[in-house]
């Protein structure tokens, strides 16, 4: 680690990240998951790490590789990583990039599930995950004094980004489109809007890099503007 870079604006400071898809075991061989890469909160876990913060990184099965210089605590299910980030606090602001499905297979297999001679297919029964940006947002003591969702929307974003801060009680919202034609999802780039108190400000298309690096410095110039 460069020690001009460990000086950074955010020395000092934990900051847990949350990253990746969460995989919902079905049976001993299989899961549900769903599309996210793991790149934009791999990309943030990096910059922040640059800004000179000991960062948690608490992620689920991604396929890009976790970043160096940061405490990679991985994951598989929701419910592991609600676990995980409990464990991880406290923190000076936690960021929760990861794409947590929102029900897990309550009646999973403790064996493989094997066709039966009917071709009757199972009936699988779903119960919902815990929702662990809720569940930080609306702690008393011990909240980090600042929390960050992401909304992932392909329709009416900003609008649905909104109402989301309000309903989990998380200080930030960072926004994006990921509907198929803007090729977010699985791409190099994003678009977002983030969403704060004071309204709605939205940053050109630029790299996951480029976005992580200016939300990096909006999340270390919040920090050094409250104080400790
Ligand atoms: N999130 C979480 N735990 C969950 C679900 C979501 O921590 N069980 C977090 C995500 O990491 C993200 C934010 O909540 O920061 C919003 O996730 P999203 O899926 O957009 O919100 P949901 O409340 O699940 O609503 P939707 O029905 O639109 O999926
Ligand atoms: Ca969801």
């Known amino acids: 680690i460069d020690t001009a870079l460990s000086d950074g604006p955010l020395k000092g400071r934990h900051v847990i990240v949350t990253s990746g898809p969460t995989h919902e075991p079905i049976d001993p061989v299989r899961y549900i ?3 996210s890469s793991g790149a934009q909160g791999t990309a ?9 913060a000991q960062v948690s990184f608490v992620s689920g099965p991604a396929s890009v590789p976790p970043p160096e210089g940061v ?3 991985p994951v598989e299910t929701a419910r592991e990583m609600r676990d995980a980030v409990r464990a991880a ?6 960021v929760f990039a990861a794409a947590v499905a929102d029900w897990h297979v309550e009646n999973a297999a403790d064996r493989k599930m094997k066709k039966d001679a009917t071709g009757t297919p199972p009936a699988l029964r779903f119960a919902e995950n815990p929702d662990i940006l809720a569940e930080v947002s609306q702690m008393g003591a011990g ?3 600042l929390v960050v ?4 929307e392909t329709h009416d974003v900003a609008r649905f980004a909104s109402e989301k801060r309000l309903r989990k009680g998380c200080d930030w919202i960072v926004a994006n489109d990921v509907s198929p034609g803007t090729g977010i999802m699985g791409g190099s780039e994003n678009a977002v809007t983030v969403i704060d108190a004071a309204g709605a400000e939205s940053w050109e298309r630029a790299s996951k890099d480029a976005v992580a690096r200016r939300l990096a410095a909006r999340i270390a110039a919040h ?3 409250t104080p400790n």
Do not use: E, H, T, Y
């Open 33 to 35: 998951a769903n599309r």
């Open 44 to 52: 943030l876990a990096a910059a922040l790490r640059d800004l000179g």
């Open 71 to 73: 405490r990679v605590i």
């Open 89 to 94: 606090l406290p923190a000076d602001a936690a």
């Open 143 to 145: 909240r980090p004094g």
């Open 149 to 152: 969702g992401f909304a992932a």
């Open 223 to 225: 920090l050094n503007a």
